[in-house]
Structure formats: C-alpha cells, structure tokens
C-alpha cells in the first residue's frame, strides 16, 4: 500500500514537472512572440515613410524643391508643367477650416450635454447613436454631400458651383463630431465629483460649473481632441474628391471648385499618370506633405495633452 502511495505521488512530482518546464517555455516564448506582433507595425511605419522620402527625393530631382513650396499653381497635365503645392495646400485648408467651424460647437455642445446634463439612460442611448456616425463609410458622406447638401445649399446660394468646398466642408464637419464629443466628454468625465460638489456648494448654477470649472479643467484633453479632429479633416479622402472637385487653385473662395491634396493623390492613382513620370513622382511630393502636415498635428495634440494636463 505504502508502495502504491509512493508510487503516485512520484508520478505526480514528474507531471508537475512536465507541465512547469511547459509553462517555463511558453513564458519565455511569450515576450518573442509580442515582439515580432509589435514589430510589424513599426517595420510597415518605417517602410511606408522610406518609401515616401525616397520617391519624393527623386520628384525633387526632376522638379524646384523650392519653386514646389511657394509656387501657386498646380499644372501637372500642362504642356509648362507647373507644381506649386500651395494650390493643393489651399485646398486643404478650406475643408479642414469649414469642418472646423461645424464640428467644434456642436461636438463640444454634445460632449458638454452628456457629461453634464443627460443622465445616464440617456448617456447610454445618445452616445452609442452619435459615435454611429463614425462607422459611415466616408464615401457615403461623399455622395450625401453631392446629391443632398450642394442642391440644398444651391437654392440659396445659387452662385455656388455644383462641385465647391463648402458642401463637403459642412459634411466632413458633420463626420467628425463624434471624435471632438466622445474625446471631449471622457475629458469631462475624467474631471473629480468633488469639484462639482464643491462648485454647487458655493452656489454655482450647472451651466456655471460646467463652463467655468468642468471645461476649463479638461481643456487639454478638449484641445487634442479638437487638432486630432483637424488632423483627421486634413487628411480625408473619398468626400473631397467626390464632392469638392479637381480645379487647385490658390484663392479663399469656397463656392467654387477646389482640389485638396488628399483629392489629387487620388485622381492620380486611377491611372492618368505613367509610371516613372514626373506627374506620378509628384503622388510621393503631395503624399509626404500631407504626411508632414499630419505628423505635425498628432504631435501637436500630444504636446497640449502633456502640458496643460491637470492631475488630481
């Protein structure tokens, strides 16, 4: 009997063993394992960026580097080639200003609402409903653009042209909302009770609180998430090139044909320039721009995160 004991219980040791030098091994494997999956992304970064250097740099080689910076016009079809990114740059800006002034009112509005007013069941309901606009395919917004917002614009601005910056600034405004409301309430929703509490208890109205001591101590995280929203504006696609058109010009008038840099990247890419070309290097030129431009932005909104953060 004692024997039997003995027996199984030595076995047991061995299994415990076994399975030990397993886990010891999968431990070990484990930290490789992460390693290669972290890697992937910085490697795809890295190679995406070279990429962009080293087929600007041969753009660079057949065209001004400088005459590319401050030059205003945009003529890359033309007979007299003639590529000034301040055209495209143009562009740009008017549909990431336009968004601007659509999205920040009312997605600090809507952020103000449910962090400080709405209570939870409606939190619950309104939230998940706004953030559906995020999920829309932007090319959606692009047609909804063309074929709602221009027409409707038009009957009351009947100067506007059928392709303009305007309409598809509205909408880009309207896609990008829920970014500055969701970011921005969980900014607000960050910011202690006992700030509110101690506000209320001085006599301070909700409106008051909410203005003068909720947003003011999460304005950082208001601020970055308003320039990732610009960056985000900068950078769309598929609604400027649908409802924004292909005419770069260099000028602040929002009622006519625009072409933004994201927008030239496009109509290039289906096909109208040769390989090896002047005009299919530019891609890479217009494409690290933008790049640059976006960089810029998310350091941007790291660098006010960091700074004006509050700790409590």
Known sequence: MEKTKQ???QQMIVENKSKRNTSTTIEKAVPWILLVI?????????????????ETITFFTKTSFWAFL???EWYPFSNEESYGVLALVSGTL???????????PIGLGAAIYLSEYASDRARRII?????????VPTIV???FALTFVTPLLREYIPNMEIFNA??????????IIPMIASLSEDAMGSVPKSIREGAYAMGATRFEVALKIVFPAALSGIIASIVLAVS????????VSIGAGSTPTFDWNILGSIQTMTGYIVQISTGDAGLGSTIYYSIFAVGFTLFVFTLVMNMLAQYISRRFREEY
């Open 7 to 9: 027996s199984s219980i």
């Open 38 to 54: 972290a890697s992937v992304s910085v490697l795809t970064t890295i190679g995406i960026v070279l990429t962009l250097v080293f």
């Open 70 to 72: 401050t030059g205003t």
């Open 94 to 104: 008017k549909i990431a200003i336009i968004a601007m002034i659509v999205a920040v």
């Open 127 to 135: 939230k998940p409903i706004l953030e559906v606009l995020a999920g």
């Open 141 to 143: 917004y692009g047609f």
């Open 166 to 175: 305007l309409s598809p600034g509205i909408v880009v405004g309207i896609m």
């Open 232 to 239: 985000r504006a900068i950078g769309e696609t598929m609604i």
